[in-house]
């Protein structure tokens, strides 16, 4: 996953994919898929599929896309940028692992003008 680029206050769909060794993740016959973010200020954030109101989907799995759509316009703030973030993938209820394996991919919020 490369570096984001956003406008603070967005709430449009950010589209990702998980990548291993620069190919997709096929994530065909997973539990589901979460997201975790943190901000420079330390608040974290935790996304998941299987949410009442979910923010993160699958797009399509046999290549590893995912979304996040941001619920609200006060998830990015350019005061709180950068944002770090990873996504588990849940192969059961009880097996993970983490995208990317090492360190975090990075969201950073420009200033909306």
Known sequence: MEKIVIK????????????ADSVGINLSGIDHVSMYMIDSAGKTYRYSEDDSSPAVSITAANTGNVRFIPPDENVFRY???????????????????????????????????
């Open 8 to 19: 603070e206050k967005t709430t449009s769909n950010l589209d990702m994919q998980l990548l």
């Open 79 to 113: 005061q709180n940028s950068p944002y770090k973030l990873q996504w588990v993938v849940w192969e059961t209820l009880t097996k993970k692992y983490y995208v990317p394996e090492q360190g975090w991919a990075e969201i950073e919020v420009e200033k909306e003008y």
